[in-house]
């Protein structure tokens, strides 16, 4: 019995498998939204997972010049880091299958593992559209963690913990992106770019260089690599929603929030054209960072005057 309990847990509840048709219906929100934006029809609700069956009936094609441990085991990394980090978070409202003190570290690594395994894919091989898509990859990574990282800190020490469990009951009586607007924005911000959405989508500029780092790539490896940007989508929104818009009490709480999150981000996707890489990189670490940076040194004298 508790075999099976864990076997359910594991791959529906609210995980696996629930966990990728969410990613695949967000990301149909996502484009459907942007879509309406820009007078288009936008696709059908099945579009996602209609690509999905498609990619994965297809062949996986190896270029000659890879190392084909690397090439075939990136794509699976890069899916079980995002589903690893979504056993510490409080999905759809319930309380994370796993927790443990200093869990909020831990989680922001493994959101950063897929792009670090896009970056190794592009230079696992000798296309040029690959290598400079690994290298817009990796130095936008570099430049958007640590942002991202500093504004859900910024909760985290206002709750006293560093386990994402507490910092989301702490939350639901408090609205800290009213006491926190910078590290709100820069969240949300920093998580498109680590998503390498529009407009800081210049890692994989398709007018440009094809399709990025994973030019070469097809078949199941390359929907492997979506399926875990999808997941990636879906854990960093409950995130944000958790530490900056209340916490998340329920699946009706954890859906409200969440999709006005992905509202928010559809316009800034429609109103932004793509920024140039120098642009992501240079603009965003120079204020993003010495911002939120300030607003965290303001909680901790604030913290430190309070009886």
């Known amino acids: 019995m508790n075999t099976l309990a864990s076997f359910f847990t594991i791959l529906i509840y609210p995980a696996g498998l629930t966990l990728i048709l969410f990613g695949m219906f967000y990301e149909w929100i996502d484009r459907k939204l942007v879509a309406r934006f820009q007078n288009r029809a936008g696709p059908r609700w099945f579009q996602p997972f209609a690509d999905a069956v498609k990619l994965l009936a297809k062949e996986q094609i190896q270029p000659g010049i890879v190392n084909p441990y690397l090439f075939f085991a990136l794509p699976i990394v890069a ?8 056993l510490y978070v409080p999905l759809m409202g319930f309380t994370p299958p796993s927790s443990f003190s200093g869990d909020l570290i831990v989680t922001l690594y493994l959101l950063s593992l897929p792009t670090m395994c896009v970056g190794l894919a592009g230079w ?3 296309s040029r559209f690959s290598l400079i898509g690994a290298t817009r990859a990796l130095t936008q990574l570099f430049a958007y963690e640590a942002p991202f990282m500093l504004a859900l800190l910024g909760p985290a020490l206002v709750a006293g913990s560093w386990q994402i469990g507490e910092i989301n009951e702490y939350a639901q009586t408090r609205w800290l992106i009213l006491s926190q607007p910078i590290g709100f924005i820069v969240a949300l911000i920093g998580l498109m770019g680590k998503l390498e959405l529009p407009p800081f989508d210049a890692p994989e500029a398709e007018t440009e260089i094809v399709a990025g780092a994973l030019t070469e790539y097809s078949g199941r ?10 997941i990636e989508l879906v854990v960093g929104l409950t995130l944000v929603s958790a530490f900056y818009l209340g916490g998340l009490s329920g699946i009706g709480s954890f859906l409200l929030k969440s999709v ?9 996707q429609t109103l932004f054209t793509r920024f140039r890489i120098d642009q992501t990189v240079g603009l965003w670490w120079r204020f993003g960072a010495i911002l939120v940076l300030a607003q965290i040194v303001v909680i901790i004298l604030w913290k430190g005057y309070m009886p």
Do not use: E, Y
């Open 79 to 86: 899916i079980a880091g995002a589903s690893t980090a979504a």
């Open 124 to 126: 696992n091989t000798s």
């Open 221 to 230: 490896g390359l929907m492997m690599f979506k399926i875990g940007k999808s």
């Open 260 to 268: 006005a999150l992905l509202f928010l981000m559809s316009v800034m």
